[in-house]
């Protein structure tokens, strides 16, 4: 599943238990009739990917919808679920029709070809 908005706010990294569990919250603001503003954790390894991103900027997050069961000690079940984001991609700097190519004119020419150079390529 894909949450496409812009940055509303990020949050700083916080580390947890004796382990260094790493969690960092991001909120998106939707772009549609009604906004909604989606609370999104990145954990671990992914906290990392929110270094470069600024309030404002529009954002695709990949996510993943995480529930989990827990018994309080009173015996009484609850259930809890989470947005997990695990890629985030700047869509301000998507040109349109696809992916970006470098002007031919940013390549350095090759000046040292040799036409007799074995090839070992079968095509």
């Known amino acids: 599943m894909e949450v496409q908005g812009k940055i509303k706010m990020i949050g700083e990294t ?3 238990g004796n382990n260094g569990f790493r969690k960092r919250e ?9 906004p909604q503003h989606i609370l999104i954790e990145f954990v671990q390894d992914k906290c990392d990917l929110l270094n470069n991103y600024g309030v404002g900027q529009p954002v695709k997050i990949g996510v993943n919808l995480r529930g ?3 018994v309080n000690p009173q015996g ?6 989470s947005i997990q984001g ?6 301000a700097a998507q040109p349109q029709g ?3 190519v470098p002007p031919a004119d ?3 020419p090759a ?4 036409d007799e150079d074995y090839d070992d390529l079968p095509f």
Do not use: M
């Open 111 to 114: 000046n040292d070809l040799n």
């Open 76 to 81: 009484e079940t609850k259930y809890f679920n």
């Open 98 to 100: 696809g992916a970006p």
């Open 86 to 91: 695990w890629r985030i991609e700047n869509l």
């Open 26 to 34: 991001v909120v998106v603001t939707t772009e549609e009739q009604y």
């Open 68 to 70: 989990r069961e827990w």
């Open 14 to 16: 916080k580390t947890f």
């Open 106 to 108: 940013q390549f350095e």
